[in-house]
Structures are given as C-alpha cells and as structure tokens.
C-alpha cells in the first residue's frame, strides 16, 4: 500500500473530515462518523479510490 495521498491533499481531506464531524455534532445526527473517511485516508496517507481512478497526488515514489 504505497502513499498517494499528497500533502494539498491531506490538508483539504482534515478540513472536510473536521467540518463534517462538527455538523455531525451540531445537528446530532450519525451523518457525523462519514468523516472518518476523510480524516482516515489523510492520516494513512492512502485513498482506495486513487489506484482505480489512477490519481496519484503524493510527489515522493
């Protein structure tokens, strides 16, 4: 499982994933826990949808 997700990238997923959250909570609604899709492929670094769309915005090889 190689890194594609880059630091752009990761920055933007942590964002979204922390104002998802948050409205989560605010309207206390379970709608909340999708934002550990986000937060979770920002902190592997890894996104199972990049191979298959063959998006790479991770610099290093």
């Known amino acids: 499982m190689n890194k594609n997700v880059g630091t752009a990238d ?5 964002i979204i994933g922390l104002v998802i959250l ?4 605010y309207y206390k609604s ?3 826990l999708l934002a550990i899709i986000p937060l979770g492929t920002a902190i592997v670094g890894f996104c ?3 191979p ?7 610099k290093r090889k």
């Open 10 to 14: 990761r920055v933007i997923r942590i």
């Open 22 to 25: 948050a409205l989560g909570i």
């Open 30 to 32: 379970w709608w909340g």
């Open 48 to 50: 199972g949808l990049y």
């Open 52 to 58: 298959l769309l063959g998006l790479n915005t991770c």
